[in-house]
């Protein structure tokens, strides 16, 4: 018997779709793929603005006070918040205030700067920085606002930068001093020509302590030391640390007040 013979395929006209075949699924286009968004990115905080350096002026001559008020004032990091025209005034304003940094004149009413200076420090558990205010730099009431432990002194003479520029440095910790008109200071105070007795701590300073000692006194900062030495700037503040330990000084200038006055830096030869 002869197989049935197959059967023709219909011809489709011209344009007509294809047929789908039974029991078969069309296939569909595959859809396009698509990235997961990735979220924005959180938008990073800029740093908070550091608040101003806050300073109190203390000077008996109006002209000076508004006078050092608008330059210091022109700064953004700097602002006046109070002035004071005798020592006594300094005191209570300070003390109200907690400024950072104080612009103390030397010669004032009632109690001068070093007397003012005097109980700043001794009655404020976080005193501020004092820089002396001062005509002279030979006025012997510098050397002993100095000793009482203002952080240095500055001429009334002084350029707008150089005044901004003291206010900065001692507001970081750093001493300012003029070494030449401190070593001056220091003769005129021990007497011509004497030379004081070393004192006790002199002999328990290590060699390296007394190096920065001797830097220090030349009014280097930390790290101009640390360059000048060749050692890290911690290794330094260490040594700096130790070095007023041993002095019993409260920062820098008096470290070095002390290390003229016994007998360091005021060897005979």
């Keep these: 018997m002869r197989p049935p013979s197959p059967q023709p395929q219909p ?48 000077d008996d001559e109006r002209m000076v006070r508004t006078a050092l008020r608008v330059i210091l004032d022109a700064e953004p990091d700097l602002e006046v918040v109070g002035e004071a025209a005798t020592g006594a005034e300094a005191v209570a304003v300070v003390r109200a205030l907690a400024p950072d940094v104080v612009l103390m004149d030397v010669r004032m009413p009632e109690i001068d700067g070093i ?29 002993e606002a100095l000793r009482a432990g203002a952080a240095g002194f500055l001429l009334k003479r002084a350029d707008p930068d150089e005044l ?31 030379v004081p007795a070393a004192a ?21 900062s930390n790290h101009e030391v640390s360059e000048r030495l060749g050692v890290g700037p911690q290794t330094v503040k260490t040594h700096v640390a130790a070095v007023l330990a041993k002095t019993g000084s409260r920062d820098r200038t008096q470290a070095v007040i002390a290390a003229y006055e016994g007998g360091f830096l005021m060897k005979k030869g």
């Design 200 to 220: 006790p701590w002199v002999a328990r300073l290590t060699d390296r302590e007394a190096d920065v000692l001797r830097l220090m006194a030349t009014g280097l």
């Design 11 to 58: 011809q489709l006209p011209p344009g007509a779709p294809s047929p789908v075949v039974s029991g078969t699924a069309a296939a569909e286009p595959a859809a396009p793929a698509t990235r997961e968004a990735t979220p924005p990115a959180a938008p990073v905080a800029s740093p908070a603005p550091r608040p101003p350096l806050r300073l109190v002026v203390a």
């Design 115 to 143: 007397r003012a200076t005097e109980r700043i420090l001794a009655t404020m558990a976080e005193p501020p920085r004092i820089v002396v205010v001062t005509t002279f730099e030979n006025d012997a009431y510098v050397y």
């Design 164 to 194: 901004t520029a003291a206010v900065r440095l001692v507001a970081r910790g750093d001493s300012l001093l003029f070494p030449a008109a401190v070593r001056s200071l220091a003769a005129a105070h021990t007497g011509p020509g004497a």
